[in-house]
């Protein structure tokens, strides 16, 4: 190989590589990062503490230290019809309008006692949306929990590659001459 065109190679290359994280920034491609939602604040703060109440931290982790209130904002965005996202929206405020109701109070400022109980007259509803939302909030609470990485890891023994690898190990052969 001609000793100029890989010098002016490695030159090229080298620059590129100074260059990368400044157009990664550009680009908009960061660590930083993080879901635009649809939800306002007022909503967020009440799947918090849904999140919160169906798993609270207890002696261990709970549902709110793993991000699972994040997790349901980026999945009802992203995974739910229109539909299911205006009722899931419309369910939040109507919760927090009866905690208002029956303990003066927002939802995500009762106690946990008055949350559980909110939810679970939501369980017991005749009314297919209001049961609907609480199901669905419910599982998928529990599954964004069992499938966090903390969880997972910590708690539940997952490895990413099980088993192990052995590079140098002796093998005894037998001679069959």
Not at 32 to 61: M, W
Not at 107 to 115: E, I, P, V, Y
Request: contains cysteine; aromatic residues 8%.
């Amino acid at each position: 190989m001609d000793r100029r065109k890989a010098i002016q190679n490695l030159a090229i290359v080298s620059g590129g590589l100074i260059t990368l994280p400044q157009w990664m920034v550009s680009c908009g491609v960061s660590d930083s990062n993080v879901h635009k939602t649809t939800f306002s604040v007022a909503e967020q703060k009440i799947l918090a503490r849904i999140t919160d109440t169906v798993i609270p931290a207890g002696n261990s982790i709970g549902a709110l230290s793993v991000g699972v209130d994040k997790f349901l904002q980026k999945l009802i965005d992203d995974c739910y019809e229109k539909d299911v996202q205006d009722n899931f929206k419309v369910q939040l405020n109507g919760l927090n309008e009866s905690a208002k109701v029956k303990h003066n109070a927002s939802f995500a400022d009762c106690t946990q006692a008055q949350r559980e109980e909110l939810l679970l007259k939501l369980s017991a509803s005749e009314n297919k949306t209001e049961k609907d939302f609480f199901y669905l909030i419910k599982s998928e609470t529990i599954r964004g929990f069992n499938t966090s990485q903390k969880v997972m890891q910590e708690f539940l023994g997952y490895k990413v590659a099980p088993g192990h690898f052995y590079g140098c190990v002796d093998v005894k052969s037998t001679d069959h001459a």
